[in-house]
């Protein structure tokens, strides 16, 4: 069965350095999304990404992220410059569509980001 | 702003019996409400997804209702078995945009 992939699983880095979360969408799939959960709190939505452009993005997303699909298969996530609050874990998914109230959004493992 | 709010926080039960959690929303004008497990440290698992237009879908051993004029769902788990522990996420979409909208979860515990 078709899954989303996440890479890596686990990222440790030094608060202001730059970090790229990688994910592989299911491959049929036309909207793409990034979600995080700081630990003992709820999912949060970040951004949603179709037709290589942002659809929508929340308040966290502010311009020390960015997210970019550079090729057919793969999307990213960065975050420019890391701050200790960034540590969560980062959830990428994907759907097959959006204007239809059966769109589904299937999501990936996570990749733990802990900001030291 | 949507708020979603699932109870119980957390819910022990002795394996066999039958459960229900819940999840409500404080805007009704929602496309979906899809239901999802999550095990400690993992993804999240797609269990039961209801469009706006459906009262209820099942899958196996859930059922899961919604009561959108209320802001109402529950996941109902029959017969539940160790295998079953784990945190149950309810969220919601909004006709406005497509983000998702979490509930905090409840802890789900079966004990054999």
């Known amino acids: 069965e078709p899954e989303v992939t996440q890479t890596p699983s686990h990222q440790v880095t030094q608060m202001g350095q730059e970090v790229i979360l990688r994910c592989v969408p299911i491959s049929n799939h036309l909207y793409f999304y990034w979600y995080r959960q700081i630990l003992g709190q709820k999912v949060e939505f970040l951004v949603s990404?179709?037709?290589?452009?942002?659809?929508?993005k929340s308040e966290i997303f502010d311009d020390q992220f960015s997210v970019e699909r550079p090729d057919g298969s793969n999307f990213t996530l960065k975050i420019r410059s890391t701050k200790l609050e960034d540590s969560a874990m980062y959830f990428c998914?994907?759907?097959?569509?959006?204007?239809?109230?059966?769109?589904?959004?299937?999501f990936g493992p996570g990749t733990r980001l802990t900001v030291l | 702003k949507q708020e979603v709010t699932q109870i119980p926080a957390a819910l022990s039960v002795p394996e066999g019996e039958n459960l229900v959690l819940n999840c409500s929303f404080t805007d009704s004008a929602i496309y979906n409400l899809q239901w999802f497990r999550q095990d400690p440290g993992k993804g999240l698992t797609s269990l039961l997804l209801i469009q706006s237009s459906q009262r209820e879908q099942t899958s196996g051993r859930l059922n899961a209702s919604l009561d959108k004029s209320s802001g109402r769902s529950t996941l109902y788990i029959a017969a539940s078995q160790p295998g079953d522990s784990a945190t149950y996420l309810c969220a919601v979409r909004l006709y406005a945009g497509n983000k998702l909208v979490f509930g905090a979860g409840t802890i789900l515990r079966v004990k054999s």
């Open positions: 990404f179709y037709n290589n452009e942002i659809s929508e």
């Open positions: 998914a994907s759907s097959p569509r959006m204007a239809v109230s059966y769109n589904e959004q299937f």
